[in-house]
Structures are given as C-alpha cells and as structure tokens.
C-alpha cells in the first residue's frame, strides 16, 4: 500500500519499538499495581513518584481523549537519559511531538526524569494497531514531555493531539460505516511526472453522505490492493473526521470492475459498486481546479 515512512530514521523506530514493549529483559520486575496493571520496571523508581507522575499523566490522556488500558513500561532516570537525550536522533522527534502540547522535553536533560508509559485503547490504521502513549516527568511527577507511539510506522512518534493516524471508532475492516467527517478530498488521473490532474474538496454533507454510502456497499476481498502505474486511471479520496483522523482510499479499473483499498486495511482490498467511480468522475469534473 501507499505508506510513506521516513527513510533513514530505523535507530528512532528500534527506541519506539523498545517504548512499547511490554516484555523486559531478565532483570526487569514484574509488579502488580492497582486495578490490575502491570508495570515493565528497568530500573528503581521512587513509588511516591510513581504515583504523582501516573495521577498526571492521565489527567493529560483525559484532556486528550485517549484512553489508558494499562502501563506497561517504567523506565528510571539513567535509563530515561540514555533514550531520550544520548544520542543524536532522538531529542528533536520527541521534543517536537511535546511541542505539540505546549511541553519542553529539553527541561529534562540531565536531570532526573522518568517515563512511564500507556498502552491505550485507540488503535493506529497500521496492521499492528498497538497505539502507547508515553510521558517524561520531573521527581515531582511534573510533565515535562509526552508522545504517542504508533506500532506499524516508521518513526511512528506524534503529539497527542495528532489523531490523523488513529482509526476511527465504528471503522472495521468487515464494516464500512463512516460517520463524523468534515470533508472528503478526491484527487484522480496521475499522470507521469504530473502528479494528480484533477483534485476536489467535498464539504456538503449531502455529497459526502452519498459518497460514504457507495463505499460502505464494498465487498472485501482478503489481498492487498493492486495498485495503478504510473499513468493509469486511478483515484484517491482522503476521508477527514471532525475529531482528527484521516482515511486514505485508493480506487481504480481492473479487469472490468473497480477495485478499491483502505490504506488503514492494507491485507485486504473492496469491489465497490461501479456507480462510486461515476460519482468521483463527477464531483472532478466540477470542483476545484488541481493543486
């Protein structure tokens, strides 16, 4: 499918990786807490700390709409420095996912900060779907840096308050149902060294309900989609919910039927309803101008 994933960064993915990991090396304890969570501690941790650091840090999931359903990593002050301040490829990602939120993580180089980390309902459009969100805090248990984790993408590291990647609730691979978008971008015809020839903005409620509904009368098939070369007759809609995700759906003529694929089900691909590319061709023909 069409992810695009940063080249060069593996060293930051391996480090996200190792943040939402529930599994410990051989000297990591294992200790029940309350309401049956487990936390993944590398390192002795002050439990007064703990405790002030984990009120905090879902007081800000709460803010945030996210939803812890365990913790599952602790890591202490020496093993918090060599993650997140040590080397030269991590301070800008995580600091700049904090930004997001008005947190500097720079404020806890050198210092003796931990971070505790979430795994949360939400899940990613990856395969992977594991979503964890993970927090630096002072010894008061003061934030001062925080960042989702997304298994399945490469660097995988947002601020909390970017949802364009989380697949929204209700959206099944076995059940298209779309409901609380804003808008739907289409794009169609990419032509070599052209990019997209033509490009639409649908707001009105009634054309995306349409739009929605002859997506939802896909019948999925297990296999990735075939996608169109270069030149070849194919379309792009991307779907915006109004609390922050995005859809990308690919469709395109094949062997005498459209096919279709959701780039949040990459193993699978749709056979929509032939009136859905008629529709797109239309809404083309009729909006805005390409970019």
Request: hydrophobic fraction near 35%; charge should be positive; charged fraction near 25%.
């Amino acid at each position: 499918m069409k992810k695009r994933y940063a080249a060069g960064q593996l060293i930051v993915y391996l480090l996200v990786i190792g943040l939402m990991l529930v599994g410990c090396t051989n000297h990591t304890a294992t200790k029940p807490t309350n309401k049956g969570v487990l936390s993944k501690q590398v390192e002795a941790v002050d439990p007064k700390v703990i405790s002030a650091a984990d009120k905090n840090a879902k007081a800000m999931l709460e803010k945030y709409r996210l939803h812890p359903v365990q913790r599952v990593r602790i890591f202490g002050p020496k093993e918090t420095q060599r993650l997140l301040y040590d080397n030269k490829w991590t301070p800008e990602l995580f600091s700049t996912a904090s930004k997001h939120i008005g947190l500097d993580l720079n404020k806890g180089r050198e210092k003796n900060v931990v971070i505790l980390s979430y795994r949360l309902k939400e899940q990613c459009q990856s395969h992977e779907r594991t979503v964890t969100a993970s927090f630096v805090l002072d010894n008061n248990g003061s934030l001062i840096g925080a960042f989702m984790s997304l298994s399945g993408y490469m660097p995988g590291v947002v601020g909390l308050d970017e949802r364009y990647a989380l697949l929204p609730e209700g959206l099944s691979r076995d059940k298209l149902s779309f409901e609380g978008l804003s808008k739907i971008e289409i794009a169609g015809w990419r032509a070599a060294e052209k990019g997209w020839e033509d490009s639409a903005t649908v707001s009105n409620p009634e054309d995306i309900e349409h739009i929605t509904s002859l997506i939802e009368q896909s019948i999925g098939h297990r296999g990735t989609y075939d996608v169109a070369g270069m030149g070849e007759e194919e379309y792009r809609m991307l779907l915006y919910y109004k609390d922050g995700p995005i859809i990308d759906i690919w469709l395109a003529p094949k062997n005498n039927r459209d096919q279709m694929g959701i780039d949040a089900f990459d193993r699978w691909h749709y056979y929509p309803p032939k009136e859905l590319r008629t529709e797109i061709k239309r809404l083309l023909s009729t909006n805005t101008p390409p970019r």
